[in-house]
Nanobody, 119 residues
Framework: VQLQASGGGLVQAGASLRLSCTASERTSDRYAVGWFRQAPGKERTFVAGIAWHGIDTYADSVKGRFTISGDNAGVSLLMKNLKPEDTATYYC????????????????WGQGTLVTVSS
């Protein structure tokens, strides 16, 4: 399975961006997709996840600003009110369950898309 993440870019603080994640194939009807991010010099951390049945979960740092959604085309991450601290390379990934996503126990990683938020 190959995951393709896209939608990153350079924006000013307060702006919005929508990231998209598409998969080359679907290996199961029951799965979860997550977004993670890695800032320069820091570890990769969980951002948001959504399960096949629509239940979603978010890191505290993005609650109320980011929204994850999915359809047959893929999974999107709508990021509003972006802050400089949101600057990172964003990765999408798939796992068996939402719990696996939150723990970073993922099966496949996308290649990442860079989001830069200027102050």
């Amino acid at each position: 399975v190959q995951l393709q993440a896209s939608g990153g870019g350079l924006v000013q603080a307060g702006a919005s961006l929508r990231l998209s994640c598409t998969a080359s194939e679907r290996t199961s009807d029951r799965y979860a997709v997550g977004w993670f991010r890695q800032a320069p010099g820091k570890e990769r951390t969980f951002v948001a996840g959504i399960a096949w049945h629509g239940i979603d979960t978010y890191a505290d740092s993005v609650k109320g600003r980011f929204t994850i959604s999915g359809d047959n085309a893929g999974v999107s991450l709508l990021m509003k009110n972006l802050k400089p601290e949101d600057t990172a390379t964003y990765y999408c990934a798939t796992a068996k369950t939402l719990g696996d996503v939150r723990q970073g126990s993922v099966a496949y990683w996308g290649q990442g898309t860079l989001v830069t938020v200027s102050s």
